[in-house]
């Protein structure tokens, strides 16, 4: 539990778009590999709280970004898999280039001129 | 929000218990998988599912958060405002019956009248762009003849220079024509429309079956061919789909079938079949001087129907024989089809709404009463925590369900309404078979419903939100809003009921006075008969009045029958006569276009004796007025007075047309009254003409029909003559027959169907506002059941305790009567039009709405009087 504490929260509003940049790695992913995904790939730092998982997912459904299917794991479990539409890949490229932008413009005034 | 979105949440929203235990599922398997990954990590099984959970969240949240993504918890909200609402109505029944059946009345009939107002005047026609199709004809400068046709050379040198128009057809400008037919082995009557040119082309009708007519078939000497309407297809047919290629016989003459005209297509009104100007009127009808047709035009795009106008007008200077006196006149297509019947569809359209406002308004009373009786309940829902806008959600959702229960049923009695209605309506409504429930009839009725809801939950609602609910369960149930606003609808509503009574008051006045007019001539015991005259075997106008003579003759030695003659047209058919001007001796151009348009009736010796029209001076026609002998003419009464006011019209000469046109001098010989035996509301002057002395050699009017005077019931009489005529001829048959009344009674269908539907309105109006005054007067004396103790204990008497209750409701009676009365005075002029020897502010009609109304709210206002002198004092005091 104490490394919790080591980890910090995701920033607002990301969370779609590590959700999204995730899956355009691989193939489909249940909503536990993702979660996991995002704290393996972030070297442990990002802490997602793994239920908020859920209701991003579902906006994401909604806005058809992504499309889920039930399926069985390796260990033979079902689970409902997750796959990136070609809506999603178009606004994960948006969301990328805007939060880029945002990204630079912070580090530009933060830098010491 | 994308249409793939809206699906998705639709169906979602089908869904929704299934996603939850999907949900539910999912975050499950996370939460095992989260264990299972810290127990490898090394943690002990009791501590690597705490950690888990801990991980994941909280799971209530989870799911809300989730269902939110979707949007749709408000209809969560809204099934348990519902199912609560349900719950409270049900345990007060009969408000709730009340309330419904109320709702349902009004919702009911805007709903039927709405189908009506959709069916008739909204669909679109199965034609082709149809607000860039206009339809023509011409009118004289002075308006003697306001629907004057074409000429065919007008019609052909128009539709060929390509200007404004970019196609041009004709239509026979008579409308449909009744024609003597044969369908397979069954003699009977079809209306035919006649066309010329690509008709159905230009309009851009596209046929159910087969083909319809080109400009290929409007050929003289070509193939004869039809197309039949929806309806004829059938109920003559059986809707065959093999109908194309049999032969229908139109006088005689056989006609093949060649498509169908999908249903709704009713123009010319009334028509079963359609052919071709060529085929059917091959000679006189085309000659390019022979005045024949309306003209359909499809305007360019690009060109107004102005434009279409001037290029119409020019060609009529140039064209039309004696052009300078003639100007064309242009209707949108929907205007022909459904010109005159919007009026008053629309009237009673209005009628319709204002009795849903009335309903409404009621229910909103009941809801009121009912929301006083239960500020208590609200109080402790308010007080437990629920919001005051969550109590007025609720308030709005009752209402809400009471209406779609109400809207329900209308919409119910509507769909019935629809199949009664071309029952009772009359010919002259056009597409009233028709008429449907479709999708705009739907989303009225569930407009009408939540409209119905909010003008009635509104009161209650806004009393709620206004309401210190926490002063409630300190100081007892209090009224929840005002009486002021109650008292000011009841006034509104009593103004409204007024203002549709005296409507129908009015409507129903002039179908009284119309029903019982003055026809000129005797109307009783009076029967036409129409024979069919074959033209292969009675070819010539001699031919043919020679045959009608010898039935003329037969009939009348029949027993029963008193008098027989030929007449040339029906009464009631809108032509009792040729229309044609005339000249008086010595009168010049100027004063001869003053002249009223006549009347031109071709009749026989026993013509005035038959028909009951007495001659007033002078004398009638004899077997001497023939050709040849000096040529006399009846004339009525206004053409008389206005061509020799003051002097004896007998011996005055006249002559058919203009001063200088070469027509013989008519003697007049005798003086008749004027008739309304083109129609009811039609008074012609007339000119009546010695039958053997026509105007042209080839006596295109010769009379064909019997008119026949019977001395006891007109239609026994029936099989007797179909029997003579038999025997006279056996290939002649009778075609159709009808009594005076029976053709009386087509005439009022119209006012009878528009009056009754009115004054159905009128009485569900004033039923409405007196209960709406009863129930005000009721929850006054409830109120007031403590005040009336006292008076009562201070030494009042029932009698004066109950006028002061009946006063009181009859100063709002009164002023509603005087608002009323003010509405009617303004809102029945919209019934100008529709009346008949009433002014539309007659004021004896408005004086018995009014007493109707007033003796309707005494009613009213007694009954609750009555219960208040019950009071016994000492419950009144100890009350509350």
């Known amino acids: 539990m104490a490394a919790n504490s080591l980890r910090d929260e995701i920033p607002p509003g990301t969370l779609d778009m590590l959700i999204l940049k995730t899956l355009a790695r691989g193939d489909e992913m249940h909503g536990f590999a993702i979660a996991d995904a995002i704290l393996q790939r972030s070297t442990k730092v990002l802490q997602v709280e793994e239920g908020s998982l859920y209701p991003a997912l579902q906006r994401m459904l909604v806005k058809g970004w992504i ?41 530009l005034i933060l830098s010491p001129a | 929000m994308s249409p793939g979105e809206i699906w998705r949440r639709l169906i979602f929203l089908l869904r929704r218990e299934r996603f939850r235990e999907e949900l539910e599922e999912e ?41 939110d993504a979707w949007g749709i918890r408000w209809i969560e909200a809204l099934r348990q405002d519902v199912r609560y609402a349900l719950r409270t109505l049900r345990k007060s029944p009969g408000f709730t019956i009340i309330a419904v059946l109320t709702l349902a009345v009004g919702i009911a009939s805007t709903t039927a009248m709405f189908t009506v107002v959709n ?13 860039r199709v206009a339809v023509m004809w011409i009118e004289d400068r002075s308006s003697h003849f306001t629907h004057w046709p074409f000429t065919y050379g007008a019609f052909t040198s128009l539709r060929d220079n390509h200007g404004a128009f970019q196609s041009l057809a004709g239509i026979d400008h008579n409308g449909a024509w009744s024609m003597p037919a044969e369908v397979g082995d069954a003699t009977t009557t079809l209306r035919g429309g006649i066309v010329a040119g690509d008709f159905f082309g230009v309009l ?5 079956l087969g083909r319809l007519l080109n400009a290929n078939d409007d050929v003289v000497g070509g193939p004869r061919v039809l197309v039949i309407s929806y309806g004829l297809w059938r109920s003559a047919f059986a809707a065959d789909p093999h109908v ?65 106008l001037g290029e119409v007008n020019s060609a009529i200077q140039r064209l039309v024989p004696n052009g300078q006196v003639w100007r064309p006149v242009q209707r949108s297509f929907t205007d022909v089809i459904v010109g005159d019947v919007r009026r008053e569809i629309l009237i009673l359209f209005a009628a319709a709404l204002l009795v849903l406002l009335l309903a409404s308004v009621n229910v909103g009373g009941l809801l009121l009463v009912r929301g006083g009786a239960r500020m208590r309940e609200f109080a402790i829902r308010s007080a437990l925590g629920a919001g005051q806008a969550r109590v007025v959600r609720q308030l709005l959702t009752e209402s809400l369900v009471l209406a779609a229960v109400g809207g329900l049923a209308g919409a119910l009695v509507a769909a019935w309404a629809v199949n009664v209605f071309p029952k009772f309506a009359p010919p002259e409504l056009p597409r009233a078979n028709d008429l449907r429930i479709d999708g705009a009839v739907l ?86 008969v129409r024979p069919t005259i074959p033209p292969t075997k009675y070819v010539s106008p001699q031919q043919v009045r020679e045959i009608v003579d010898r039935l003329v003759l037969r009939v009348r030695t029949l027993p029963g029958v008193v008098g027989v003659t030929a007449v040339a047209h029906l009464p009631m058919s809108l032509t009792g006569g040729i229309d044609m001007t005339y000249s008086a001796e010595g009168q010049d151009r100027r004063a001869a276009d003053a002249n009223p348009v006549l009347s031109y009736i071709p009749a026989q010796p026993e013509y005035f004796t038959t028909m009951g029209l007495p001659i007033r001076r002078g004398r009638g026609f004899s077997q001497q007025d023939r050709a040849g002998s000096p040529l006399v003419v009846v004339v009525s009464d206004a053409v008389a007075r206005h061509t020799w006011p003051g002097q004896d019209p007998i011996g005055k000469r006249i002559k058919l047309g203009p001063p200088d046109f070469p027509d013989p001098w008519h003697t007049v010989v005798g003086v008749a009254p004027e008739t309304r035996y083109a129609g009811l509301l039609n008074v012609r002057p007339s000119l009546y003409v010695p039958d053997m002395q026509p105007p042209s050699p080839d006596g295109v009017w010769v009379p064909t029909i019997l008119a026949i005077r019977s001395r006891s019931t007109e239609l026994t009489l029936l099989p007797s003559i179909r029997a003579a005529i038999k025997e006279i001829d056996p290939d002649v ?16 269908a119209r006012p009878r169907f528009n009056t009754g539907l009115l004054d159905v309105l009128a009485t569900l109006s004033l039923v409405l506002a007196v209960t709406g005054l009863y129930g005000v007067m009721g929850t006054h004396v409830t109120q007031r059941t403590r005040e009336m103790g006292i008076r009562m204990a201070l030494g009042a008497d029932a009698g004066s305790v109950s006028r002061h209750v009946v006063w009181q409701g009859m100063q709002l009676a009164l002023a509603g009567v005087a608002a009323g009365i003010g509405a009617a005075l303004v809102g029945t002029r919209l019934l100008r039009s529709l009346l008949f020897g009433v002014s539309p502010v007659d004021p004896l009609t408005l004086a018995l709405a009014t007493l109707l109304l007033l003796l309707a709210a005494l009613g009213a206002s007694y009954l609750p009087a009555r219960r208040a002198t019950r009071v016994d004092p000492m419950v009144a005091l100890r009350y509350e």
């Open chain 1, 67 to 107: 499309v889920g299917e039930w399926s069985r794991t390796e260990e033979n479990r079902r689970a409902r898999y997750y796959r990136l539409t070609a809506s999603g890949r178009k606004h994960l490229g948006r969301e990328i280039a805007g939060y880029r932008r945002v990204a630079q413009a912070i580090s």
């Open chain 2, 27 to 67: 975050i499950r398997i996370h939460q095992a998988l989260r264990t299972e990954a810290n127990r490898h990590s090394g943690m002990p099984l009791a501590t690597a599912a705490v950690a888990s959970r801990r991980a994941f969240g909280n799971v209530g949240a989870v799911e809300d958060a989730s269902q």
């Open chain 2, 119 to 131: 069916g008739v005047l909204l669909r679109k026609l199965p034609v082709r762009e149809q607000d």
């Open chain 2, 204 to 208: 851009g009708v596209r046929p159910l």
């Open chain 2, 244 to 308: 194309l290629g049999k032969t229908l016989r139109l006088h005689g003459v056989g006609y093949s079938i060649v498509g169908v005209v999908p249903q709704g297509f009713e123009y010319p009104r009334g028509a079963d079949v359609w052919t071709t100007l060529a085929l059917m009127v091959p000679d006189w009808e085309r000659n390019p001087t022979q005045p024949t047709l309306d003209l359909v035009g499809r305007i360019r795009a690009g060109a107004t129907p102005a434009d279409a």
């Open chain 2, 443 to 528: 989303a009225f009725a569930f407009t009408a419903s939540l409209v119905a809801a909010v003008v009635c939950g509104l009161a209650p609602a806004l009393g709620v939100w206004r309401a210190d609910l926490s002063q409630v369960l300190r100081a007892g149930t209090q009224p929840l809003a005002t009486s002021f606003w109650r008292r000011v609808a009841v006034v509104g509503q009593i103004a409204l009921a007024l203002l549709v009574v005296a409507g129908a008051g009015l409507l129903t006045r002039s179908l009284l006075l119309l029903s019982h007019v003055d026809m000129g001539f005797a109307t009783d015991r009076l029967l036409f």
């Open chain 2, 733 to 748: 048959t009778v075609l159709s027959a009808a009594s005076m009344n029976e053709l009386l009674g087509g005439e009022l």
